[in-house]
């Protein structure tokens, strides 16, 4: 009976003085409870994932960034719920919002750019303008979106590195989402110089076949009516060459630098068959000499 009743008055033990209802018995009961809720929030969490991924998938007009953001904003109203079970359960929620005005102070002041962050991440996901997978261009920075948080996102560029960007970046940045068009292609454009004398016309039809001899180009318009044929621009009359311009559309903008070195390549190579010189920068010096110093110039060379 002794060993019962020391159990019996280790769990009537209030640890905190002054907190009378805050024994040791309903500690252990909380903790309980709050491994419970926890538990619980996980379980429904995973259960709700696969019932969405599978209700998701079914619809078409719905796109695998959109499916993310559904999935990541039902996890975090989950888990809201869950803390709020969990904060009643321990009689603080009244004490929260008692401090609300303090709290809200330490969140203008010392915790500003993480609230900035964590509005951003919600702003994100609830607008869709940037979505996971997408490919943006951020300060120069190419890259693709494998990952947004409720605070940061991830971002992978072309050299599998990957970058971790604050939500609120997406929002007061200038950003370049390039998977946001509608149309099935981008338009790109690459510029040449000829030297002076070049025949135009042959310079226009080589850069045109150019285009058409690489396969990431979109020649056919009548698959996608709203994109046009490789065209060139003749934009400028140069210090040193005929500047040209030719605009092409292609669907592969992740490996748009390696599109437009292989176009390089091709187009120095149709130059060469034909005879068309790339301009590169020169100058021409014309030097006037008048008889006097002509004689003492030969007078310098005849001593020597």
Do not use: C
Not at 104 to 123: K, M, P, T, Y
Request: net charge neutral.
């Amino acid at each position: 009976m002794s060993i019962l009743a020391n159990f019996q008055d280790f769990l009537n033990y209030t640890p905190i003085p002054g907190y009378k209802d805050l024994t040791v018995s309903r500690i252990l009961v909380d903790l309980f409870v709050l491994i419970i809720i926890y538990a619980s929030a996980r379980l429904l969490i995973s259960i709700t994932k696969r019932l969405l991924e599978r209700r998701l998938a079914k619809v078409k007009s719905i796109d695998s960034g959109k499916r993310f953001a559904i999935l990541q904003i039902t996890k975090y109203v989950i888990y809201t719920i869950a803390i709020s079970i969990m904060l009643n359960r321990l009689h603080i929620g009244s004490a929260i919002f008692a401090g609300s005005t303090a709290l809200f102070v330490g969140i203008g002041f010392g915790l500003q750019q993480i609230a900035n962050d964590l509005i951003s991440g919600l702003i994100i996901l609830f607008e869709g303008r940037v979505k996971v997978g997408d490919m943006v261009e951020m300060h120069s920075t190419v890259g693709r979106i494998n990952s947004i948080g409720i605070r940061t996102s991830t971002v992978e560029t072309r050299d599998s590195i990957e970058i971790i960007v604050p939500n609120s970046k997406f929002i007061s940045d200038n950003v370049i989402n390039w998977s946001s068009n509608h149309s099935a292609a981008t338009r790109f454009q690459i510029t040449v110089g000829v030297a002076y004398g070049s025949n135009v016309e042959l310079v226009k039809e080589k850069l045109i076949q150019s285009a058409y001899a690489h396969q990431d180009i979109v020649i056919d318009t009548e698959l996608h009516p709203k994109l046009e044929k490789p065209y060139v621009l003749f934009k400028d009359f140069g210090d040193n060459s005929l500047n040209f311009e030719l605009h092409f559309w292609t669907a592969n903008t992740w490996d748009i630098e390696i599109v437009k070195s292989d176009l390089r390549f091709i187009i120095d190579q149709l130059f060469r068959e034909v005879g068309i010189t790339i301009a590169f920068p020169q100058r021409d010096v014309h030097l006037t000499v008048d008889n006097e110093n002509v004689n003492k110039l030969r007078q310098v060379f005849a001593n020597k």
